[in-house]
C-alpha cells in the first residue's frame, strides 16, 4: 500500500524510517530492560512451545475476551494458549502461528512480534498520516498475517535462496529442506512457503500491525478477487474485527484505496450506503486529506446521494442519450420508485448481489396499485390495449418499451399509470393462447415486449415472462452510470451548472476521504470492570520540563493489587511505559495529580474514582538525546511544518513540496501542480510571493515620489525599472 507518493525535491530533509542509517549506533544497554526486546519465549514465561495448539474459533469466544486485560497481556495470552514459535528470517523479533477458524475454514495466521529497536524500520508511515505523528515510537510491532494459499512458485523460490538459517528456539543450524529442529524439536521449514514471512509481501490475504500500545492499521484485505481460493473479503473483515475485540486493540485506522472494475469503491458504496465499505464493521471518518474534515465529508456524501434522476432525463428533449435510455430502464425494472441517484446505484447493485437467483419482474399488489393510480379498471384497459399494439405489430418482433407507452399514451390518464402498466405487462396471458414476453435488450438499453406461444398457460400465470439483464450487462452499466453520474472527471454536463459544481465537489471530498478509523477500546467510553481484588485504572503520564514539540502518550490500562499504595502506582506505571516506549527508559514518576494532597502511603482506591484517567507526572532522562531521541516521535527527528492553503498543517499522506523560501511544505494540487507532472526546479510558495510583492510595492511608492521611476508586474512579482 503506497502510503505517499512524494516527489523526489526535497526527499532527503524528511526524515522517514527507510532514511535512517542501518549502521548508526543504539544504546542498547539503556534499553536492557525492555522485556520485549527479549527472545520471544521470553515473553510469556515457561511454556511448552512444541506441542499442538488448538484451533481459535472467535464465533465461540466471548467477543470481548477477558475484560480487563491490555492489548499486551492479550497477544501474550493469545501465544500461550494457541501460539507455535515459526521461524523468521530477516525479521527482527519473533513470529507465532496460530491456527484460527475463518468463514468456517482453518487457516493459519502468522504473528510478527517485530522488535523496532533491534529492526531497521523506526518510524510508521501509516501513524504519520492518520493524526498519530506524535506518538512515542512504541518497541513491538505485531503483524497479523493470513498468508495466500495459491503463492507462486516463483515466490517461493525466491524465499528459499538462503540454503541455511537458524532455529529461533535454540539458534542450531538448519537447512532449507529440514522441517524441524533435531535439537530443540521445534517446528520449521527454514525458508520455505510454511517458515518464511515477508513483511511486504502484497499477495497477503490479511495483513495489519498493531504497535503495542494498541494502536494500529489494517493495511489489507484480500479476498476472492485478490486471489483467495476460500475466504471472501467479509469473512476476513469478520474474523479481523473480533480479533481486535479479542486482543483489546485500542484503535485502528484503514486507507481505503480499492478500486474494483476501475471504479472507486469508497465513492461508489458511499453514495449506496452511506458509508464506506469499512464502515459495515464500525469504520468511520478517520482523517481527510486537502484539509476535509469530518463534516464536510458527511455532508458531500448526503449531497451526492441525493441528487434527484430527474436532473438526468431527458425531459422530451432530443437527442436521448444512452444515459438516458440507462437511467429509464432501471426505473422500468425496479418495483419501487426510484427518484434518487442512491435509489438507482443501490437497486442495480442489489441486483449485481442476486444475479445468481432467478429474477421476476415484481408486481404491486392491487391495494396498493389502486392507492397509487386511483383507478384500477383504468390500468387493466390501459394494459388490453397495449396487448392490442402487440398483435398488431405480429410476427414475433420485439416492441421497445418508449414505443409501446407512446401507443397507448392517448387511453392512460397519466404518465403513472402507463410506468405502472408497462412494469406489470409482462407475463400478461391472452384468451387465444398467448402471453406477453420481456427483455432486457443489452444493444439498446430498454425494455422490449412480444407476444409468444404459451405452452402451459398455469406456469405462466406463476411467474413473470422475463429476461433477466445479465451479470455481465449489470457491471457495464454500473460502470456507465458511474462514470457519468459520479466521477468527477468524467461527469455528463446537466444543469443547473450550480448543481452540477456542488456535485463534482462532493464527488472531489469523498475521494479525498481515504483515512477510516475503529475505536474498540477507548478510556472514557467504556467501564471498567469492578474486582474486589484487583483494580483497573487508565494512567497518562505527564511530563515535567518536555520540549516545545512533544505530546503526551496514549493513556494505558494498569492492572494492580487492590491493597496497591500511591508508591506503588507510581513504580506501575513506569514500568508499564517503559516496556512499550523506548523512550521512556529513563522515566521516574514524581507526582500523581489528584484533587487532595496524597500521601506515598495512601491507598490508591481511596484517592481514585472507578473509569478516571489518573495522570501521573514525572521526568524522562535522555529525551533529548541523539540516541533516546530517535523514538521521540513516530513522525521522526526533523522538525517540519505543514501550511497549505487548503487548511492542512500536518502530513495527510497527499504528495507535497517544500518552498525554497520558507521550507514549508504543501500539497502539490493545491499549488496547482497536477500528480502526472513533475515538480519545478525552483518553488516559491503563495505567501512568500505575497510578501515579496507587498515590499515590491512598498519600495515603488516610495520611488514614485521621486518621479523616476516606472513599474511593470512579470508574473505575481512588480519588477522596477529604472530611467537612465
Not at 75 to 89: D, N
Not at 102 to 111: A, F, M, N, T
Not at 384 to 401: D, F, N, P, T
Not at 630 to 659: I, K, S
Request: glycine residues 8%; charged residues 25%.
Amino acid at each position: 500500500m503506497v502510503v505517499n507518493g512524494r516527489p523526489l525535491k526535497r526527499a532527503k530533509s524528511r526524515v522517514a524510517a527507510d532514511l535512517i542509517p542501518h549502521n548508526q549506533p543504539i544504546d542498547l544497554d539503556a534499553i536492557a530492560d525492555l522485556r520485549d526486546a527479549r527472545r520471544p519465549s521470553d515473553l510469556i514465561g515457561s511454556i511448552d512451545l512444541i506441542a499442538p495448539r488448538g484451533v481459535l474459533d472467535l464465533d465461540s469466544i466471548a467477543p470481548d475476551g477477558d475484560v480487563g486485560r491490555s492489548f499486551r497481556e492479550s497477544v501474550r495470552a493469545l501465544f500461550s494458549k494457541y501460539g507455535r514459535m515459526m521461524q523468521s528470517p530477516g525479521v527482527e523479533g519473533g513470529a507465532w502461528m496460530v491456527m484460527v477458524r475463518v468463514g468456517g475454514v482453518e487457516v493459519e495466521l502468522c504473528v510478527v512480534d517485530e522488535d523496532v529497536v533491534r529492526g531497521k524500520s523506526v518510524y510508521c508511515d501509516q501513524c504519520k498520516v492518520v493524526g498519530w505523528s506524535g506518538h512515542p515510537v512504541c518497541a513491538k510491532r505485531y503483524h497479523f498475517i493470513i498468508r495466500n494459499e495459491n503463492r507462486s512458485a516463483a515466490t517461493t523460490a525466491a524465499l528459499s535462496s538462503c540454503p541455511r538459517t537458524g532455529c529461533v528456539h535454540c539458534g542450531s543450524t538448519l537447512l532449507v529442506s529440514e522441517s524441524r529442529c533435531m535439537t530443540c524439536k521445534l517446528e520449521g521449514r527454514g525458508t520455505d512457503h510454511d517458515s518464511s514471512i515477508q513483511l511486504d509481501d502484497v499477495s497477503h490475504l490479511l495483513h495489519a500491525v498493531v504497535h503495542s500500545n494498541g494502536y494500529g492499521h489494517l493495511l489489507r484485505v484480500n479476498g476472492h478477487q485478490g486471489g483467495s481460493k476460500h475466504l471472501t473479503g467479509r469473512h476476513i473483515m469478520s474474523f479481523w474485527d473480533l480479533l481486535c475485540k479479542f486482543l483489546h486493540v485500542r484503535k485502528v485506522t484503514v486507507m481505503d484505496i480499492s478500486k474494483k472494475h476501475r471504479m472507486e469503491y469508497r465513492l461508489l458504496h458511499s453514495v449506496t450506503t452511506g458509508h464506506p465499505w469499512y464502515g459495515e464493521w464500525g469504520y468511520q471518518f478517520g482523517a481527510g486529506s486537502y484539509g476535509v474534515n469530518a463534516s464536510s465529508y458527511h455532508e458531500a456524501v448526503e449531497f451526492l446521494s441525493n441528487l434527484p434522476l430527474s436532473l438526468f432525463s431527458s425531459q422530451n428533449r432530443s437527442p436521448r442519450t444512452q444515459l438516458h435510455d440507462l437511467i429509464s430502464l432501471y426505473k422500468s425494472l425496479s418495483p419501487q420508485e426510484l427518484t434518487t441517484v442512491r435509489d438507482l446505484f443501490k437497486y442495480i447493485t442489489n441486483l449485481l448481489h442476486e444475479s445468481n437467483t432467478p429474477f421476476k419482474l415484481l408486481k404491486t399488489s392491487s391495494s396498493v396499485s389502486c392507492d397509487i393510480r386511483g383507478d384500477c379498471d383504468g390500468v387493466e384497459a390501459v394494459k388490453s390495449g397495449m396487448v392490442k399494439v402487440l398483435r398488431a405489430v405480429g410476427g414475433g418482433k420485439w416492441v421497445g418499451w418508449r414505443a409501446l407507452r407512446g401507443a397507448t399514451s392517448k387511453a392512460a390518464k397519466s404518465g403513472e399509470v402507463l410506468d405502472q402498466s408497462l412494469k406489470e405487462l409482462g407475463g400478461r396471458t391472452t384468451e387465444d393462447g398467448f402471453v406477453v414476453a420481456a427483455r432486457c435488450n443489452s444493444q439498446t438499453n430498454t425494455l422490449e415486449y412480444r407476444l409468444e406461444p404459451a405452452p402451459n398457460h398455469q406456469s405462466v400465470l406463476d411467474s413473470t415472462a422475463f429476461s433477466k439483464p445479465s451479470p455481465s450487462q449489470l457491471l457495464r452499466d454500473l460502470k456507465l452510470l458511474f462514470n457519468s453520474l459520479l466521477n468527477p472527471s468524467t461527469s455528463e454536463p446537466y444543469k443547473p451548472l450550480s448543481t452540477r459544481a456542488l456535485a463534482l465537489k462532493s464527488a472531489s471530498i469523498i475521494l479525498d476521504c481515504k483515512q477510516f478509523l475503529k475505536s474498540y477500546n477507548d478510556p472514557l467510553s467504556n467501564p471498567l470492570p469492578l474486582n474486589p481484588f484487583m483494580l483497573h485504572v487508565w494512567c497518562v503520564v505527564e511530563l515535567i520540563d518536555y520540549p516545545n514539540d512533544y505530546t503526551n502518550p496514549p493513556p494505558e490500562l494498569l492492572v494492580i493489587s487492590a491493597s496497591a499504595t500511591i508508591s506503588d502506582l507510581k513504580l506501575q506505571t513506569g514500568r508499564i511505559f517503559q516496556e512499550i516506549y523506548p523512550v521512556f527508559q529513563g522515566f521516574h514518576a514524581e507526582s500523581v495529580v489528584t484533587n487532595t494532597t496524597t500521601s506515598e502511603s495512601a491507598l490508591v482506591k481511596h484517592v481514585v474514582n472507578p473509569n478516571e484517567v489518573i495522570r501521573v507526572r514525572g521526568r524522562c532522562l535522555g529525551l533529548g538525546g541523539e540516541k533516546l531521541g530517535l523514538y521521540r516521535m513516530e513522525r521522526g527527528l526533523e522538525n517540519w511544518t505543514v501550511d497549505c492553503e487548503c487548511g492542512a498543517r500536518d502530513d495527510d499522506g497527499e504528495r507535497m513540496m517544500a518552498c525554497d523560501t520558507c521550507g514549508v511544505w504543501q500539497h502539490t494540487r493545491c499549488s496547482g501542480i497536477k500528480d502526472s507532472d513533475d515538480v519545478p526546479a525552483v518553488f516559491v510558495c503563495v505567501k512568500c510571493v505575497r510578501k515579496k510583492n507587498k515590499g515590491k510595492e512598498k519600495e515603488m511608492e516610495v520611488e514614485k515620489k521621486c518621479g523616476n521611476v516606472n513599474s511593470k508586474k512579470v508574473g505575481m512579482v512588480s519588477e522596477c525599472v529604472y530611467n537612465v
